[in-house]
C-alpha cells in the first residue's frame, strides 16, 4: 500500500512539473471523421478545401486541431500550423521563415501596408509552394481573431489563389468575437468559396470528462473528483483547469491508483444544508470557478442566486419572489441569465441549482451575518404559513436559532426524528446542530442526544457516537430519575460493541440495569438492556455465561420482549452448533426468524446471519446465498449503512465454498473497504480470512503468511462464532509450509478440549479429513483417531447434511486405509475443493493395489483442482502421478507470446519469479512448487536471460515495481 501511495504523490508530482500535458480526445468523433474525410478527398482530388470551426474558447478547438495535425501527418500530409508570434513575425512548425534580424525588422516597419502585404504572401506562397512539391499540406490557423490582420489577408488572398493545390485549410474562430475585423474577414472568404463548416464543440458527456481527468492523472477519478469535473459544464479548458488547481493546492490524494479528495468524501444532501460552512469542504480551485462564473453575472443575477441558494439547492419561484419582495415578472430576467450561465435548471414547479457543489459555493457567498438573517426570514416566511412545513423549516432554524430557543429546538428535534428511519445520515446532522442550541440535560438535549446517536450509528459513524452519547451522559448524569436517558446507555453500549470494545460496553449495560432494572419499560426502537447483555457475553468469551442468561430468557414467558427472545434463541442456536447438535441448531434458529423481526433490532448477531453462516458451513450453499440475498435487501431497505460489511463477509465464503476465488476475494475486498469506511470492524477478521485461505488454495504461499499477519492484527480481542476460523487457516498455512506440528499446536485449544473441537471440524468439510491427514503426517495417530471419532459422532446426529457425513467418512477412510469409505465420498460433499481431495485420497490408497484406478482418480483430481485455480494442489497431485510413472505437461501454449520482458514468462516462470523476489531459496521455490531445485535453477536461467537481468536484486526490483 505505501509503495502505491508513493507513486500517486509521484503522479500529482510529475503533473505540477508537466504544464503541456496532452490527454487523449474526448467526446469529438464526428469532428475527426469530417476531418480526415476531407484530408483524404484533398489528396486524392489534388485541390484545396477551406473548413471553419468556430467554438467558444475552453471548449477544446486547440485539441482537436493538435489532433487534426496527427491524423493528417498519418496520412502523410506535411503541417503548417503557426504563423506569428506575438510581435506579428512569420513563424511555423515547419520553420516558414528564419527569425528576421533587427534592420529587417526596421525597414518592414516603414514599409507601406500594400507592400509588406504583397511580401508576406509572396514569402508564405513560396513556402507552401515547397511543402506541396513533396506531398499534401494542412494549414491550421486556430484562434484567428489573434492572428495579425495583415498575414490573415495573405492567407485569404493564398486560399484564393491555391484551389488547384492539395492544400486542407483549417481555421477556427470564437463566436464571441465574430464581429472583430479578422473574424469578417474569414467569413467573408467562408463566402466566396466552398466552405465545410464543423459544428461546434458542445459539453463533455460525463464520460468523456472522467476520461480526461484520469487522462491527466494517470489515474482513476473516484466518484467526487470525477463528479467536480462534470458538475462545472463539461467544457474541456475547464476541467483542465480545474485539475490542475486541484494538484497545485495539494487537493488531491492517489491511493491504488484512484484520486480522491485529501480531504475525504463530499457531504450532500440534508447534511449539507444544515452545516454551518456549506462550502468548507468544497475544494478551493472548483470554488473558484464557480465565483469566476458568478462575477460574470449581472448584480442582480447574483443577489437572486444567492438568496435563492438559502432557501435550498432547490426552490420554487414564489418563495425566491417573496424572499426578494418582487414580482415573479422582476425575476425572468435574473433567472434567465442564471439558466443561461448553465448554473440552474427546473422542473415541473421549481427551479434547482445544475448540482449541489455549485449551490453550496454560491451559499458560501453570502456573508454569514447575512444568511443567518435571511434563513430567518425564511423559517418565519414557512411558518407563517397555513400548513407550513415545519421540516422545512428546521433546515432553516438551525443557522439562525438562540440558545434557549425551544419553539425552535423542538421544530428541530421533530424533523430530525422523523428523518431517522429512512435517512439515518442526515437525522444525525440536523440533531447534532440542534444540539447547540439546546439547554444541556433537559428532555429536548437528551432526545436530540439519542437521535445523532442512533443517526450516527446506523451512517456507519461509530466513533463520533460514541463521542456524542460519552458528552452528553457526562453533563447530564442529575436527569437520571426521569428516564429520559436511559436509552442513551443502551445506544452507547451498541456502538461500543459495534467498534469492537466488548468490555467497556459490557460495564455500560451494567450500568444501565443497575439503574433501571432489566424489564424497565423501553422506549421505541431502543435495544433491550438483557439483549445487550447476551451480546456482550457471546463477544467477551463468556459463553457458559451468557448461555445461562439465554436459557433464563426463553423459559421466561412473557417477560421479554420478542427481539430479546429472539437473541436469546439465536444464542442458544450458537451454543448447541459447537456442540456438534447441527439439527438442533437449525431448528432453534428457525424459531428466532419466526418471529419476523427487522435486522435493525440485531446489530451484532441475529439470526439470519447465523442461519447463511451455518449453511454455508455444512455446504448448502443456494440457501446461504439466498439467507444472504434477504439480510442484504434489509440492510439497503432499512438505510443501515453500518452493516455493509456482512453481507459480504457471508457472500464471500459462499463464493469460495463453490470454488469461485475471484468473486471470493472481490467479495472480501470489498467487504474491508466497507468496514473500514463505517468503523465496524467485527467482520474484518472474517474478511481477511477470505483472503488468506485463497491464497493458499492458489499456492502463493508467500502471500497466505504476508495475510495472516493482517488477519492477527485484525482480530477483535474477544471470542467470536467464527474465531474457529482463524486458528484453521493459519494451522494450514503453517502445514503448507510443511510445518505440520507447528499446525497442530496452532489447534490444540480446540483438540484438547472435547468441548470446542467440534466448532473446528464443522468450520469446513474438508477440516475433518485435513486435520486427520496432516495428524497423521505429524506421526500423531492419537490425534488422528480422537478427530475421525469425533467427526462420527457428529455425524451419527446430522442425516439431513450429507456434507457433514462424507466428512466423517473421508477421515475414517485416511485413518484406517478403508478404500471401501471413501467410495461416493466425494459427489456428497457440496464443495468441488473437498470433493477433489477425497478423490485425491481415494487415488492414493489405491496406488498399491490398482495403479490404473489410482491414476484415473488422481487424473480427475488434477482436473478438478486445475478448475478451481488451485494450482498447489494440482502439482501435488502432478508429483503423485509422476511416482506412477505418468508425466503431465502443465503449461499452455500462447500464440504470438512475446519473447522478452515479464510477459514473457510462462506461468511456472512467473511463479518462480515472484516466489525468487520474496527471498525464497531454489530448495525453497522447489519445496513450494513440487519440482526439484535443479528445475527452479533451470527457469531461473530462462527468467534472467528474458528479463535481461543478472542477479535476483534485479529480478525483486522488476517484480516489485512492474
Not at 371 to 377: D, K, N, P, V
Amino acid at each position: 500500500m505505501k509503495r502505491k501511495i508513493s507513486d500517486g504523490l509521484k503522479k500529482l508530482a510529475d503533473f505540477r512539473s508537466s504544464p503541456t500535458v496532452t490527454p487523449r480526445l474526448y467526446g469529438r468523433e464526428i469532428h475527426l471523421e469530417r476531418i480526415e474525410a476531407a484530408l483524404r478527398a484533398v489528396d486524392e482530388s489534388g485541390q484545396s478545401t477551406l473548413m471553419l470551426l468556430q467554438s467558444p474558447a475552453g471548449s477544446g478547438k486547440t485539441r482537436l486541431l493538435l489532433e487534426t495535425a496527427t491524423v493528417a501527418k498519418r496520412l502523410g500530409f506535411a503541417v503548417v500550423d503557426r504563423f506569428v508570434d506575438g510581435q506579428g513575425q512569420v513563424h511555423g512548425s515547419t520553420s516558414i521563415t528564419p527569425a528576421p534580424s533587427a534592420a529587417d525588422r526596421q525597414n518592414r516597419a516603414s514599409a507601406p501596408d500594400a507592400d509588406r502585404l504583397t511580401r508576406l504572401t509572396g514569402q508564405i506562397e513560396a513556402r507552401l509552394h515547397g511543402h506541396v512539391r513533396h506531398g499534401p499540406l494542412l494549414v491550421v490557423l486556430d484562434d484567428t481573431h489573434r492572428v495579425d490582420l495583415l498575414v490573415l489577408r495573405a492567407l485569404s488572398a493564398l486560399v484564393r489563389k491555391l484551389g488547384d493545390l492539395p492544400v486542407l485549410w483549417v481555421f477556427a474562430l470564437q463566436p464571441q468575437e465574430a464581429d472583430c475585423p479578422n473574424n469578417m474577414l474569414v467569413q467573408e472568404l467562408a463566402r466566396s468559396r466552398t466552405t465545410v463548416w464543423l459544428p461546434a464543440l458542445e459539453p463533455l458527456d460525463d464520460d468523456a470528462v472522467a476520461g480526461l481527468i484520469g487522462d491527466l492523472l494517470t489515474a482513476k477519478p473516484d466518484d467526487d473528483v470525477r463528479a467536480l469535473g462534470e458538475w462545472l459544464g463539461g467544457t474541456p479548458q475547464t476541467v483542465v483547469d480545474l485539475v490542475r488547481g486541484l494538484v497545485e493546492e495539494n487537493c488531491l490524494r492517489i491511493t491504488d491508483d484512484t484520486a480522491g479528495l485529501a480531504n475525504g468524501p463530499l457531504t450532500s444532501g440534508i447534511a449539507s444544508a444544515v452545516a454551518s460552512e456549506p462550502d468548507a469542504h468544497l475544494p478551493r480551485p472548483f470554488l473558484r470557478l464557480v465565483h469566476e462564473r458568478l462575477a460574470r453575472l449581472a448584480p442582480g443575477t447574483q443577489q437572486s442566486l444567492q438568496v435563492a441558494a438559502v432557501l435550498g439547492a432547490s426552490f420554487a419561484p414564489c418563495d425566491l419572489a417573496e424572499m426578494l419582495d418582487k414580482s415573479p415578472a422582476a425575476l425572468l430576467t435574473p433567472l434567465k441569465e442564471a439558466l443561461d450561465a448553465g448554473l440552474l435548471t427546473y422542473g415541473a414547479e421549481e427551479f434547482a441549482f445544475r448540482n449541489e457543489p455549485i449551490w453550496r459555493a454560491v451559499v458560501g457567498t453570502v456573508p454569514p451575518l447575512m444568511r443567518s438573517l435571511l434563513h430567518q426570514q425564511a423559517a418565519d416566511m414557512i411558518l407563517a404559513r397555513k400548513g407550513g412545513s415545519t421540516d422545512a423549516a428546521a433546515l432553516h432554524l438551525v443557522h439562525c436559532r438562540q440558545a434557549g430557543d425551544s419553539r425552535a429546538v423542538s421544530t428541530i428535534r421533530a424533523a430530525a426524528e422523523k428523518l431517522l428511519p429512512a435517512s439515518p445520515g442526515d437525522a444525525a446532522a440536523l440533531a447534532l446542530r440542534g444540539l447547540e442550541a439546546a439547554d444541556r440535560g433537559r428532555p429536548e438535549h437528551i432526545r436530540l442526544a439519542i437521535t445523532a446517536t442512533i443517526g450516527l450509528l446506523r451512517h456507519g459513524n461509530l466513533q463520533q457516537a460514541i463521542d456524542v452519547a460519552e458528552s452528553v451522559l457526562a453533563c447530564s448524569r442529575n436527569s437520571a430519575e426521569d428516564g429520559f436517558i436511559r436509552p442513551l446507555y443502551t445506544w452507547l453500549a451498541t456502538a461500543l460493541l459495534l467498534r469492537g470494545d466488548a468490555r467497556t460496553a459490557s460495564e455500560i449495560v451494567q450500568d444501565a440495569s443497575a439503574l433501571w432494572g432489566s424489564t424497565a419499560a423501553l422506549q421505541e426502537g431502543e435495544p433491550s438492556p438483557v439483549l445487550l447483555q447476551l451480546d456482550v457475553l457471546s463477544h467477551t468469551g463468556e459463553i457458559s455465561a451468557a448461555a445461562k442468561v439465554a436459557e433464563h430468557v426463553i423459559t421466561t414467558e412473557g417477560t421479554h420482549n420478542n427481539d430479546t427472545r429472539a437473541a436469546a434463541l439465536n444464542l442458544c442456536a450458537m451454543a448447541r452448533w459447537r456442540e456438534g447438535r447441527i439439527e438442533d441448531a437449525f431448528d432453534t434458529l428457525n424459531q428466532a426468524i419466526a418471529l419476523h423481526l427487522p435486522l435493525t433490532s440485531f446489530w451484532q448477531a441475529g439470526p439470519l446471519w447465523t442461519k447463511a453462516w451455518m449453511l454455508t458451513r455444512v455446504r448448502r450453499l443456494d440457501e446461504a446465498m439466498a439467507t444472504v440475498a434477504t439480510i442484504q435487501h434489509t440492510i439497503d431497505s432499512e438505510h443501515n449503512r453500518v452493516l455493509a460489511a456482512l453481507p459480504l463477509a457471508l457472500s464471500a465464503w459462499v463464493h469460495f465454498a463453490r470454488g469461485d476465488l475471484a468473486t471470493a476475494e472481490a467479495d472480501a475486498e470489498a467487504g474491508i473497504r466497507a468496514s473500514q469506511q463505517v468503523q465496524m470492524p467485527l467482520w474484518e477478521p472474517h474478511l481477511y480470512g477470505v483472503l488468506v485461505a485463497a491464497a493458499l488454495r492458489r499456492g502463493e504461499l508467500a502471500t497466505a503468511d504476508d495475510g495472516l499477519a493482517q488477519l492477527d492484527s485484525a482480530r477483535a480481542q474477544y471470542e467470536q462464532p467464527w474465531s474457529v476460523m482463524c486458528y484453521l487457516v493459519t494451522a494450514q498455512v503453517r502445514a503448507a509450509q510443511r510445518r505440520e506440528r507447528e499446525a497442530l499446536e496452532v489447534l490444540r485449544p480446540f483438540i484438547d478440549d472435547p468441548d470446542k473441537l467440534p466448532q473446528l471440524l464443522l468450520e469446513d468439510p474438508s477440516a475433518t479429513a485435513w486435520c486427520v491427514r496432516t495428524a497423521l503426517a505429524a506421526d500423531d495417530k492419537e490425534t488422528a483417531a480422537l478427530i475421525a471419532s469425533t467427526a462420527a459422532r457428529i455425524s451419527s446426529v446430522a442425516h439431513a447434511y450429507p456434507a457433514v457425513t462424507a466428512a466423517a467418512a473421508h477421515s475414517r477412510a485416511l485413518l484406517t486405509g478403508d478404500i471401501k469409505s471413501l467410495e461416493g465420498v466425494a459427489e456428497h460433499y457440496g464443495d468441488p475443493w473437498a470433493a477433489a481431495s477425497a478423490t485425491e485420497d481415494l487415488g492414493v490408497l489405491l496406488h498399491t493395489d490398482d495403479r490404473e484406478e489410482a491414476i484415473r482418480a488422481l487424473n480427475t483430481a488434477m482436473t478438478a483442482y486445475r478448475d478451481l485455480g488451485a494450482i498447489w494442489d494440482e502439482a501435488r497431485v502432478r508429483k503423485r502421478l509422476r511416482r506412477l510413472g505418468v508425466r503431465r505437461r502443465h503449461w499452455k501454449h500462447v500464440p504470438h507470446q512475446p519473447q522478452t520482458g515479464w510477459d514473457s514468462l510462462t506461468r511456472t516462470e512467473e511463479k518462480v519469479a515472484l516466489l525468487v523476489a520474496r527471498g525464497l531459496t531454489n530448495r525453497q521455490v522447489a519445496s513450494e512448487l513440487f519440482v526439484s531445485p535443479h528445475t527452479v535453477g533451470f527457469h531461473l536461467r530462462q527468467i534472467y536471460r528474458k528479463l535481461t537481468i543478472q542477479s535476483r536484486v534485479d529480478l525483486a526490483r522488476i517484480a516489485f515495481t512492474r
